[in-house]
Nanobody, 121 residues
Framework: QGRLADSGGGSVQAGESLKPPCSASIYDINCMGWFRQAPGKEREAVAAIYTSGGGAYYVDSVKCRFTISQDPDRNTVYLQMNNLRSEDTAMYYC????????????????WGQGTQVTVTA
């Protein structure tokens, strides 16, 4: 059975950066993504990338600040988060699966344990 390992969260000041990785030992997938959930709020998509070169997708609130990339040799996806804001504070989850809509959480079959990102003003 495959698994995802997400990590790399932390506590930072507003304006700083983080780059959490997500490593997959799963091979029947075409897409990997990051989702987040803040206390009292619903889970939302952040970014996703098709692993065979089909492009990357972002939610509007992180465009121009976050970049998702992959290292196919290591089966790892990274989420470069720059200029972090307090509203980015959430538990971040990596996900993977065979999906047609990259930012739809319901399409993902595999999920990591989550990594906490806390941004203080």
């Amino acid at each position: 059975q495959g698994r995802l390992a997400d990590s790399g969260g932390g506590s930072v000041q507003a304006g700083e950066s983080l780059k959490p990785p997500c490593s997959a030992s799963i091979y029947d997938i075409n897409c990997m993504g990051w989702f987040r959930q803040a206390p009292g709020k619903e889970r939302e998509a952040v970014a996703a990338i098709y692993t065979s070169g089909g492009g990357a997708y972002y939610v509007d609130s992180v465009k121009c600040r976050f970049t998702i990339s992959q290292d196919p040799d290591r089966n790892t996806v990274y989420l470069q988060m720059n200029n972090l804001r307090s509203e980015d504070t959430a538990m971040y989850y990596c996900a993977a699966g065979q999906v047609t809509r990259a930012l739809k959480a319901d399409e993902y079959a595999y999920w990591g344990q989550g990594t906490q990102v806390t941004v203080t003003a």
